[in-house]
């Protein structure tokens, strides 16, 4: 089966300009999940998705980002505008509906730069 | 509040030699456990998972880890480490509703 898909790889960006990220999942995992991951941090939950409905995003900054799964598939996280704390690593995963007792399976991510 | 903690940052085995990556975890209510590795510049891969049942599970590439609901544990094992194994391995707990927590990591350097 087809992996989880980000694009793009890299992105440099300068600090107050916007970013977006996108990401296709494993087909038929209805639960979508985007982390940030700070380099020598463990990846921290920014939002989760079941089908196009959002589960959680306690941890979300939600003055700066936001993400969205129009149709229960694709996602697009975005950045609005960007600090310099926002450098790291943005890892999609997806998952079955519902089982807690699944793997995540994960993209390979965007390594953001702010400037 | 949920969590998991990675308490070496960095563990160095020699090839052939076993090597354990120690995890804890802390969580209301049954606990379901994970192990992932990450490559550089790659995403976290799931290696293995304990859920309920034999307290000694086995996993992907010869990996295996053993729970301990007395000490909250969840530790990673492997009898005879490989040099391609070094990488950065990450433990996490997912609870009832879904929340999933991931640990620090532990970077792994097999030596040859």
């Known amino acids: 089966e087809a992996g989880v898909a980000q694009s793009p790889r890299y992105k440099i960006i300068e600090k107050r300009q916007s970013v977006a990220f996108w990401c296709n999942p494993i087909?038929?995992?209805?639960?979508l999940y985007w982390y940030q991951q700070i380099l020598g941090q463990g990846p921290k939950l920014l939002i989760q998705?079941?089908?196009?409905?959002?589960?959680?995003d306690s941890q979300l900054p939600k003055d700066r980002f936001s993400a969205e799964r129009l149709k229960g598939v694709d996602s697009t996280l975005k950045i609005q505008p960007a600090k310099l704390e926002d450098s790291a690593v943005y890892l999609c995963?997806?998952?079955?509906?519902?089982?807690?007792?699944?793997?995540?399976?994960f993209g390979d991510g965007t390594r953001l730069s702010i400037l | 509040a949920q969590s998991v903690a990675q308490p070496e940052d960095q563990v160095n085995v020699a090839e052939g030699n076993p090597l354990t990556v120690k995890c804890t975890y802390s969580?209301?209510?049954?606990?379901?456990l994970f192990w992932y590795v990450q490559y550089p510049n790659r995403g976290l891969q799931f290696l293995l998972k304990?859920?309920?049942?034999?307290?000694l599970v086995k996993g992907s590439y010869g990996f295996e880890a053993e729970f301990n609901k007395s000490q909250t544990s969840f530790h990673l094992k492997k009898p005879s480490a490989l040099v391609s194994d070094s990488a950065l391995y990450f433990c996490?707990?997912?609870?009832?509703?879904?929340?999933?927590?991931f640990g620090d990591g532990t970077t792994l350097t097999v030596k040859p």
């Open positions: 995963a997806s998952s079955l509906a519902g089982y807690s007792n699944q793997p995540q399976h």
């Open positions: 087909s038929g995992h209805a639960t």
């Open positions: 998705f079941q089908n196009n409905g959002v589960v959680d």
């Open positions: 969580v209301s209510g049954n606990p379901y």
């Open positions: 304990y859920i309920t049942g034999d307290n």
């Open positions: 996490a707990v997912n609870t009832n509703a879904g929340k999933s927590t």
